[in-house]
């Protein structure tokens, strides 16, 4: 073998490959992140190929305690990137023989660095699963204090961002606990749907070796193996599942960043952030820019783009693996970075926003949002069709206009003008308190409603 040639592939070659060959060809700088999953795959390994008798127990004791000292080196000093040596397997198992001799030959027997990518990176995104659920959940809890604090605080609800129905601040935060609710679920589904084990698989056929997938697949926690192996190491799905899951979090958490920077726009002062979550303008000394806010929503958008760009990846290629694979490690690595810095940047800005509630008041009473009230009223006291209700409301909202009032500042004498059925009891509905208080449907924003929405979700985390 030539000294130039691949020590793990070189057998059959007469030359090394080009330095842009090489270069082309590592993914050592992405791919060492699996390097304490690699390890945890090749110790199940080993002592799977022992137990069966595939390899004596000597060779064994070797190839365990060897790796365990290539953790310890890793652990304690990093690894050292050699791009000669393409991934993260041929740098273990090289550290491997310089530490035990030749037995370290033995290691890969019944396998493929197929089989040990895919089941090392499924081990990585099965972990990563957990963490945004973990991370998950500390954002909720951030709602759910904040939502308990402001039960009763009024606020405008909008549609098309025009002031609709006055609504509490505590039902607009718990709507945003629904939805991350909803993400957690989408995490733990897809871990639980990546819950086999592909080793074994070896490079795409499986293996002549008497091996034991369900030993492996139970010793690295997995509900047990893959049961194809051609999909064992050409399936990415389970880091699409990932990606998805990760895009939809991000879409929910662009939303809740895009309302702070509104609320904190001076026109609105629903909110203040603390310096904390500020930054300044090195021109205008007045500034206090939401940047943490308007970086989760810039970076959600990289999360569409990597399910997208892993997609494309895969969609074109045959069974089974093909090397384009190697490119899916770059991209949830740097989605599951974004993912980690945005739920806690946004559980951050969540614990330690100040809400204004005399400015929410003061917005919700704004734009007659109490005119569904009033025409509700018609229909409930006065017993009006709803469709005539609207329209003595649309009335009574011109008149208010006309008058530079909201729909309470009608006198008894104005109202009764635009229609007789309005007697004074109407004044029971047309404050804001009286509207957000009445909205008693299940779901609805009434602030009891609100208290027993926050008593189910902390008893559903
Ligand atoms: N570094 C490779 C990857 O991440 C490992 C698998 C290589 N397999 C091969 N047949 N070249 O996909």
């Not at 909803?182 to 008497?210: I, K, N, V, Y």
């Not at 879409?251 to 609105?268: C, D, F, K, N, T």
């Not at 949002?369 to 003595?392: C, K, M, N, Q």
Request: glycine share 8%.
């Amino acid at each position: 073998m030539s000294s130039e040639t691949n020590s793990m592939w070189g057998g059959r070659f007469g030359a090394g490959p080009s330095a842009v060959m090489r270069e082309i060809n590592a993914s050592i700088a992405i791919d060492k992140r699996l390097w304490r999953q690699d390890i945890a795959g090749s110790r199940a390994h080993v002592a799977m190929l022992g137990a069966t008798g595939i390899l004596n127990a000597e060779d064994v004791a070797a190839i365990d305690a060897g790796l365990q000292q290539v953790a310890a080196e890793y652990e304690a000093g990093g690894l050292v990137e050699d791009a000669a040596l393409e991934d993260i397997h041929m740098h273990v198992e090289t550290r491997l023989r310089a530490i035990i001799g030749p037995a370290a030959g033995r290691l890969h027997t019944a396998r493929s660095r197929n089989d040990q990518v895919a089941v090392d990176f499924r081990l990585w995104t099965k972990a990563a699963c957990a963490e945004a659920d973990a991370a998950l959940k500390g954002l909720i809890t951030a709602l759910l204090a904040r939502a308990e604090e402001h039960a009763d605080t009024i606020m405008p609800g909008f549609t098309h961002l025009q002031v609709a129905q006055p609504v509490t601040l505590g039902h607009h935060l718990m709507a945003y606990v629904e939805m991350f609710g909803r993400d957690r679920g989408r995490f733990a589904d897809a871990a639980q749907r990546m819950d086999e084990s592909p080793l074994g698989a070896a490079a795409l056929a499986g293996t002549s070796f008497p091996i034991d997938r369900q030993m492996t697949a139970s010793a690295l926690g997995f509900a047990g193996p893959t049961r194809n192996s051609l999909d064992s190491v050409s399936d990415r799905d389970f880091a699409l599942e990932y990606l998805a899951a990760t895009h939809m979090t991000g879409l929910h958490l662009s939303r809740l960043a895009e309302e702070i920077i509104i609320w904190a726009s001076q026109p609105y002062g629903f909110i203040t952030l603390p310096d904390a979550w500020s930054t300044g303008s090195s021109i205008m000394p007045q500034k206090r820019n939401p940047d943490a806010a308007e970086l989760v929503r810039a970076k959600s958008g990289a999360f569409l783009a990597a399910y997208t760009r892993l997609s494309v990846v895969m969609k074109g290629l045959p069974l089974a693996y093909s090397k384009d694979m190697q490119d899916d490690k770059v991209t949830v690595f740097a989605a599951y970075d974004d993912l980690g810095l945005c739920l806690a940047a946004m559980t951050g800005m969540m614990e330690t926003i100040s809400f204004n509630p005399a400015k929410l008041r003061q917005a919700a009473n704004s734009g007659f949002s109490t005119a569904t009230d009033l025409a509700d009223w018609l229909v409930r006291v006065a017993g009006v069709p709803f469709r005539e209700a609207h329209e003595i409301t649309g009335n009574c909202v011109k008149a208010a206009e006309a008058k530079g009032s909201d729909l309470n500042g009608l006198t008894d004498a104005e109202l009764a003008a635009i229609d007789a059925r309005i007697t004074p009891a109407v004044r029971d509905v047309l404050s804001v308190e009286a509207s957000v208080a009445s909205r008693t449907s299940f779901g609805g924003t009434a602030p009891a409603n609100v208290r027993a929405a926050i008593t189910a979700a902390r008893a559903r985390l």
